[in-house]
């Protein structure tokens, strides 16, 4: 099956750190763009960040730059999220897909497929 797997997420304090991983299952993503997406309880799927296929650009949405960086490992097919600073308003399953081209255009869900299962994030003391 052709997905990503996502990984690293638990339990942490407001202002701590983690580190999410997002490896490619049944295929190399090296010429697409890959993005991050979190759906917290009772909310829509909201875009986090976007990496391009080279990883020289990076996109991030309002509420998270300046605290997260995305980066990718094309020889390993897998793609970070470094979370610092986190906040409890960043509770909630983070997922990443693959955009359908090889630059980051947006964050609209319809032009992202290969969904993982996601991870779960929760910021809370």
């Known amino acids: 099956q052709l997905q990503f797997v996502e990984s690293g997420g638990g339990l942490v304090q407001p202002g701590g750190s983690l580190r999410l991983s997002c490896a490619a299952s049944?295929?190399?993503?090296?010429?697409?763009?890959i993005g991050w997406f979190r759906q917290a309880p009772g909310k829509e799927r909201e875009g986090v960040s976007c990496i391009s296929s080279s990883g020289s650009r990076t996109v991030y949405a309002d509420s998270v730059r300046g605290r997260f960086t995305v980066s990718r490992d094309n020889a390993k097919n897998t793609v970070y999220l470094q979370m610092n600073r986190l906040k409890p308003t960043d509770t909630a399953v983070y997922y990443c897909?693959?955009?359908?081209?090889?630059?980051?255009?947006?964050?609209?869900?319809?032009?992202?497929?290969?969904w993982g299962q996601g991870t779960q994030v929760t910021v809370s003391s």
């Open positions: 049944g295929f190399t993503p090296d010429y697409y763009a």
């Open positions: 897909a693959l955009h359908s081209n090889y630059y980051c255009t947006d964050f609209a869900t319809r032009t992202y497929q290969y």
